[in-house]
């Protein structure tokens, strides 16, 4: 993706100061759409008076709005809460910080971004499988191509997670692990963010077939992982909140 010129305003119009930001989404992924909106996630960080006083300042902001014809999506977690989901196993904060499409950066976020090998663990490989199972219930329902690249994508993110312990969002990066169909479910979802599945492509028992298959090998490199069972970097991140926390 060819970041658009005028995200980089985004950062210094949000209230609080931003560690980092990155494009998320289908960008990431792999498979915009010529209406897709722009997904940029982050870390903000609270001031100590917000966080240690009665007046609690928001752990997470999120707006959504238009610039230049585009939909914006902006959330923003504030330091603490994103370092405790990346303790919790949490693969989409994996995916942000360590996303290729960034925004804005600083040295909290290089700091994050160096540490993010020790928040890795076999059990990420639940939350792929999780996610998986919502969206294929979500393209059973609405027979969107959508749901359904997003089921084969979580899928073979978490399947070379646990073979690789490196984390890779995008589709187009990991067709070894999918069908050979894949790059033209991509083609097809190029043209509309909420199209329907090409007639003729593949009958649905065809996908479940794959899904399935993809579903159990995720689940043997889940098993056979060399990552840990827990994260190793809780006190460095710790110490990170706090230097973030107190502006050093």
Same mark, same amino acid.
């Given at each position: 993706?060819?970041?658009?010129?005028?995200? $980089?305003?985004?950062?210094?119009? #949000?209230?609080?100061?931003?560690?980092?930001?990155?494009?998320?989404?289908?960008?990431?992924?792999?498979?915009?759409?010529?209406?897709?909106?722009?997904? @940029? *996630?982050?870390?903000?960080?609270?001031?100590?008076?917000?966080?240690?006083? @009665?007046?609690?300042?928001?752990?997470? @902001?999120?707006?959504?709005?238009? +610039?230049?014809?585009?939909?914006?999506? %902006?959330?923003?977690?504030?330091?603490?809460?994103?370092?405790? @989901?990346? !303790?919790?196993?949490?693969?989409?904060?994996?995916?942000? %910080?360590?996303?290729?499409?960034?925004? $804005?950066?600083?040295?909290?976020?290089?700091?994050?971004?160096?540490?993010?090998?020790?928040?890795?663990? *076999?059990?990420?490989?639940?939350?792929?499988? /999780?996610?998986? +199972? =919502?969206?294929?219930?979500?393209?059973?329902?609405? /027979? #969107?191509?959508?749901? %359904?690249?997003?089921?084969?994508?979580?899928?073979?993110?978490?399947?070379? %997670?646990?073979?690789? /312990?490196?984390?890779?969002?995008?589709? =187009? #990066?990991?067709? &070894?692990?999918?069908?050979?169909? !894949?790059?033209?479910?991509?083609? $097809?979802? #190029?043209?509309?963010?909420?199209? +329907?599945?090409?007639?003729?492509?593949?009958?649905?028992?065809?996908?479940? &077939?794959?899904?399935?298959?993809? +579903?159990?090998?995720?689940?043997? &490199?889940?098993?056979?992982?060399?990552?840990?069972?827990?994260? =190793?970097?809780? &006190?460095?991140?710790?110490?990170?909140?706090?230097?973030?926390?107190?502006?050093?």
């Amino acid at each position: 993706m060819e970041l658009l010129g005028w995200l $980089a305003e985004i950062p210094g119009e #949000q209230p609080y100061p931003l560690q980092f930001a990155t494009v998320s989404g289908a960008h990431l992924y792999g498979f915009p759409s010529v209406d897709s909106d722009v997904d @940029l *996630r982050g870390v903000h960080v609270l001031p100590l008076a917000e966080v240690a006083g @009665l007046r609690q300042g928001p752990e997470t @902001l999120s707006r959504m709005w238009t +610039r230049h014809g585009v939909e914006v999506d %902006l959330v923003t977690h504030d330091v603490a809460k994103f370092c405790r @989901l990346l !303790l919790g196993r949490n693969g989409y904060v994996l995916e942000q %910080l360590l996303s290729p499409l960034v925004v $804005a950066s600083s040295p909290a976020h290089e700091e994050l971004v160096a540490l993010a090998p020790g928040c890795l663990t *076999r059990h990420h490989a639940h939350h792929y499988l /999780g996610f998986a +199972r =919502t969206q294929w219930r979500l393209f059973q329902k609405s /027979g #969107q191509l959508k749901p %359904l690249l997003y089921t084969f994508r979580v899928l073979a993110t978490g399947t070379h %997670l646990m073979q690789t /312990g490196k984390v890779q969002a995008d589709l =187009t #990066q990991l067709y &070894a692990y999918g069908p050979a169909y !894949l790059p033209e479910l991509i083609a $097809a979802k #190029q043209t509309a963010e909420h199209g +329907r599945v090409p007639d003729g492509l593949s009958p649905i028992e065809g996908f479940e &077939a794959d899904v399935e298959r993809m +579903r159990r090998t995720l689940e043997e &490199a889940r098993d056979s992982s060399a990552l840990p069972e827990r994260a =190793t970097v809780e &006190a460095e991140l710790h110490d990170l909140v706090l230097r973030a926390r107190s502006g050093g």
